[in-house]
């Protein structure tokens, strides 16, 4: 299994509360993402990052915000909760961006997000 | 936009036989493909992926490719219960020679009845 885990694993938390999640890698990989899950919309792309401090919007990125200052972690951040941002979030890593192999995407085990 | 479209199910099979799920997407110009498997409440893990046109085995799962006609697909031999799970198709497109990302499909549920 790729090295890479999530914290924390479940959170419950209030609208209008900001929420930081993390990504830790072990495998010293250039590419991190962050996707959503949620039914009947499968796994969407929210930011993504190709290395340390360079990051770049995805599908639905509105409502959220990424750092990355170091190779193994990557923090998403809602900055302020709401209840639409229920959902699972899965970290994934690759070791690069361009087609051939290595853009192989590796998933984390998730976050479970609860917003009242 | 860049779609990529699955039967969402489920798919019911008996266990031993073949399971078939199949996969299209919308842009000729893509790249790379995967087959992920995601068990409930699990994160999806990698069992496929393919390049080129044409067939790849691996042990009980084979993925077909057919760009012209932008399906691809993933063969379950021998289906166990123990394959029942949700697949999800993947496909990395090309926008312009510039790297796109990967863009999921929905899922189709997989159900092997012993």
């Known amino acids: 299994d790729a090295g890479i885990t999530q914290s924390p694993r479940h959170k419950v938390t209030e609208t209008g509360t900001p929420v930081t999640l993390r990504c830790h890698q072990t495998?010293?990989?250039?590419?991190m993402y962050w996707y959503r899950q949620d039914p009947g919309h499968g796994l969407r792309l929210i930011h993504y990052?190709?290395?340390?401090?360079?990051?770049d919007k995805g599908e639905v990125s509105d409502g959220y915000s990424v750092s990355r200052s170091k190779t193994e972690d990557f923090l998403l951040t809602l900055e302020s909760a709401t209840s639409s941002q229920t959902s699972v979030y899965f970290c994934?890593?690759?070791?690069?961006?361009?087609?051939?192999?290595?853009?192989?995407?590796?998933f984390g085990p998730g976050t479970r997000l609860l917003v009242l | 936009q860049k779609e990529v479209e699955q039967n969402s199910g489920p798919l019911s099979v008996p266990e031993g036989a073949i399971a078939s799920l199949n996969c299209t997407y919308s842009?000729?110009?893509?790249?790379?493909f995967f087959w992920y498997r995601q068990y409930s409440g699990k994160s999806p893990e990698l069992i496929m992926s393919?390049?080129?046109?044409g067939d790849k085995e691996d042990g009980r799962f084979t993925a077909q490719l057919n760009k012209a006609s932008q399906y691809v697909s993933l063969l379950i031999r021998d289906s166990q219960p123990s394959d029942s799970a949700t697949y999800l198709c993947?496909?990395?497109?090309?926008?312009?020679?510039?790297?796109?990302?990967?863009?999921f499909g929905k899922g189709t549920k997989l159900s092997v009845k012993p």
């Open positions: 994934a890593i690759s070791e690069s961006g361009l087609a051939g192999g290595r853009e192989t995407q590796y």
């Open positions: 842009d000729r110009v893509s790249q790379s």
């Open positions: 495998e010293n990989h250039r590419y």
């Open positions: 393919i390049y080129s046109n």
């Open positions: 993947a496909v990395k497109f090309n926008y312009g020679g510039s790297q796109g990302n990967l863009i």
């Open positions: 990052s190709y290395g340390v401090k360079d990051t």
